[in-house]
């Protein structure tokens, strides 16, 4: 369902979790903080990490966002709905 990439930025390589493919745009949710999803073109060069292929990879993945997020935002009501979104569905 969701995809490990690494994405190039004028910061350098990031890595993030893509949670939505559309027409023009891709969402991103960075393992920086703060974690918020970003767009980016579809257009841009994405490197996709295989390693997080499994489904224990992947589960490690949203729990790190999970986690992330949880620290970041303190509450889970601050926590934006596309995040919450995301640790719900491996929950």
């Known amino acids: ?4 990439i690494n994405h190039h930025t004028s910061e350098g390589w990031r890595v993030a979790l893509v949670t939505n493919i559309g027409r023009k ?3 991103l949710i960075y ?3 703060p974690i918020r999803v970003k767009r980016v073109l579809n257009t841009e ?3 996709h990490l295989t390693q997080y292929d499994t489904p224990r990879g992947m ?8 986690r992330m997020a ?3 935002y303190i509450k889970e ?3 934006p709905k596309s ?3 995301v640790y719900n569905d491996y929950s």
């Open 77 to 79: 009501n601050n926590i």
């Open 59 to 66: 589960k490690y993945a949203v729990k790190t966002v999970k």
């Open 70 to 72: 949880k620290e970041y």
């Open 31 to 33: 393992y920086e903080y």
């Open 1 to 4: 369902m969701y995809k490990v």
């Open 25 to 27: 745009w891709t969402h």
């Open 45 to 47: 060069p994405l490197k």
């Open 83 to 85: 995040v919450r979104k």
